[in-house]
């Protein structure tokens, strides 16, 4: 039985190495021949069920998503046909079914009376702005971080905006060592540049420097957000065929969604459209032919059918906006803290809360967020730039609808600042607070960087991070990563900027480090009693000490000691032996 996941929607072409098995389903394209998939994307905030491919963090049903673009996707395609005629809700009028668009359709059975033809018409979407994506990927080897792995290529969608500038999801080119878009009708495959790529909102953004790709091309327009029912068009590359496919559905839900590939939570909108893979980065249409979203993840589950996600507009515009401002993309804000619900009436009334005082408890706040200098823990947030919090957390959207507060933080720039409005001890407190980017102490993501690490007498030191953790022990790495691990990445946070978690990697086996070869993933706290705060700190440290020994102090009150002089020399020939160009990676000798 195949687990539930929420896929990626990225469709991958002949691989040459195995494929990662991402959690949400990638819409990119896969092709048939890909039947295994070893590297799963995604990460769970906490612990999720078994029976899930890889949990989504904050997933309020348990069930995992999956990326659809890396996603191996089996080569039956089933047939199925529908005479639903488009649009909803759909009205019975004497024999003729007329959608909310004014179309009308025979019935079989039935008189048909006089019918009159609602005014409204249907927009046909550009879909020669639609594009396919041919990705070619060389992702790091966390095990042997002096090397990449073997390339891979992959199939998604996107879509061209103005200014030349073409839209797709990160995940669809991640790690990219070539980039080709192709329009629709043509033979010509354009090489692009990627210009920005937006880790959080699943988002990147394209360019082509040829003039003839962009001749006779419409760019796409957005709409504002689609409210329930309404009716959407997605439109992409799917597997089961070269040229453009069209679905159509309905937006079925509008709230906080967990993003896989960013390991966060933004706005998302939930569609009943058929999502397959090869449809990341396509564009989700409405009934006026505007874009009201991207495609990018569904979710795969036995008891589910048809549930794809779509990144709605304002989270696209934040990020088109965030990259025009800065020329880069600097990423979506936090406030900094971790909140209780205050829904009981007594923990209102210790808190010295009023009847009709309502908002969330502080638990904790990020020690590297700017809001660590004016909140404490057991502070009640009343307000968020004016606008007031509920006991649950949230606050009003639209009609009849509420949402996260995290939704007001998101829609701020990074540096910028929020009134806050708290209670304290009983007494009302205003604060300007600047919001920032999430700082780690396990990031999701080395935003396509190579990875870190630093050699010493055959041990491997690396910084532990989520995509090095699924690299180490797969999509179940949140249930079979070491225990102290686990809790690092679920419960601690950073006390400073460039904190890092250290570990032995692995142990290179040397005469000189005989007895200590099955030391593997294990931290490191300090050299010679002097605490580690990062990776190159610990280089640097090991470099410039001319002791009789080095002594590492390591999790599980563990100890390797060595002879410097020894250890240093053995260093170069572990190198030769395994064919390692440096000790150490570039970022360290910067």
């Not at 002949?14 to 990119?28: C, G, H, N, R, Y």
């Not at 041919?134 to 390339?151: E, G, I, Y």
């Not at 639209?398 to 910028?416: A, D, M, W």
Request: charge should be negative; glycine fraction near 8%; charged fraction near 25%.
């Amino acid at each position: 039985m195949k687990k539930a996941g929420r896929k990626r929607n990225r469709k991958t072409k002949e691989t040459q190495a195995s494929v990662p098995d991402p959690v949400m389903e990638d819409l990119s394209l896969a092709s048939p021949e890909v039947l295994d998939d070893n590297s799963p994307q995604g990460r769970k905030r906490g612990r999720a069920r078994k029976n899930s491919s890889i949990g989504v963090q904050g997933s309020p049903t348990g069930h995992s998503m999956e990326l659809i673009a890396r996603e191996p996707v089996p080569p039956e395609i089933e047939n199925a046909t529908s005479d639903r005629v488009l649009g909803s809700p759909i009205r019975m009028v004497t024999g003729v079914v007329e959608d909310n668009d004014g179309e009308l359709s025979r019935v079989a059975a039935g008189n048909v009376g006089e019918v009159k033809k609602e005014s409204v018409i249907k927009v046909v979407p550009s879909m020669d702005a639609v594009v396919k994506v041919f990705c070619v990927h060389t992702d790091p080897n966390f095990s042997l971080p002096w090397q990449r792995k073997r390339q891979y290529s992959s199939s998604s969608s996107g879509f061209i905006l103005g200014g030349r500038r073409v839209l797709t999801n990160a995940h669809s080119v991640e790690h990219h060592t070539q980039v080709k878009l192709k329009k629709r009708g043509s033979d010509t495959k354009y090489l692009a540049t990627v210009l920005a790529i937006g880790t959080e909102c699943d988002i990147a953004m394209l360019t082509v420097d040829d003039d003839e790709f962009w001749d006779g091309v419409s760019p796409v327009e957005f709409g504002c957000l689609p409210s329930l029912q309404d009716a959407v068009t997605v439109v992409g590359y799917p597997i089961g065929g070269d040229t453009i496919s069209v679905t159509s559905g309905v937006v079925s839900r509008i709230e906080i969604l967990s993003y896989v590939h960013g390991s966060t939570e933004l706005l998302g909108l939930q569609i009943d459209a058929a999502i397959n893979s090869g449809n990341s980065g396509g564009p989700a249409f409405n009934n006026k032919g505007q874009c009201v979203g991207i495609v990018f993840q569904s979710l795969k589950h036995e008891d589910v059918e048809n549930i794809g996600y779509v990144i709605p507009t304002p989270v696209i515009l934040h990020f088109i906006k965030d990259y025009e401002q800065s020329n880069e993309y600097t990423g979506f804000p936090i406030l900094g803290v971790e909140w209780q619900k205050m829904e009981n009436p007594d923990l209102r009334k210790a808190m010295g809360m009023t009847p009709t005082q309502k908002g969330v408890r502080v638990r904790r706040i990020e020690p590297t967020a700017p809001a660590s200098n004016f909140l404490r823990p057991s502070d009640i947030i009343l307000t968020f730039d004016g606008i007031d919090i509920a006991n649950d957390g949230t606050v009003p959207f639209r009609h009849g609808e509420r949402i996260g507060f995290s939704y007001l933080v998101s829609q701020k720039y990074t540096g910028e600042s929020a009134i806050v409005k708290v209670l304290r001890e009983s007494q009302i407190l205003e604060f300007s607070v600047e919001v920032a980017t999430h700082k780690r102490l396990v990031p999701a993501h080395i935003k396509g960087k190579p990875p870190s690490y630093y050699i010493i007498a055959g041990f491997v030191f690396s910084a532990i991070s989520v995509p090095y953790l699924r690299s180490e022990y797969g999509k179940d790495y949140d249930y079979d990563s070491p225990v102290k691990l686990l809790h690092k990445l679920l419960h601690s946070m950073a006390q400073t900027e460039d904190e890092q978690l250290v570990v032995v990697s692995q142990v290179l086996v040397s005469d000189i480090n005989i007895g200590y070869e099955d030391i593997v993933n294990t931290q490191v706290l300090a050299f010679n009693n002097e605490p580690i705060k990062n990776l190159k700190q610990l280089a640097e440290m090991v470099e410039n000490y001319d002791g009789e020994f080095l002594q590492f102090n390591l999790e599980y009150q563990q100890m390797v000691v060595l002879e410097t002089k020894k250890a240093k020399a053995a260093t170069l020939d572990i190198l030769t032996t395994h064919c390692i160009p440096s000790a150490m990676s570039e970022d360290l000798r910067t």
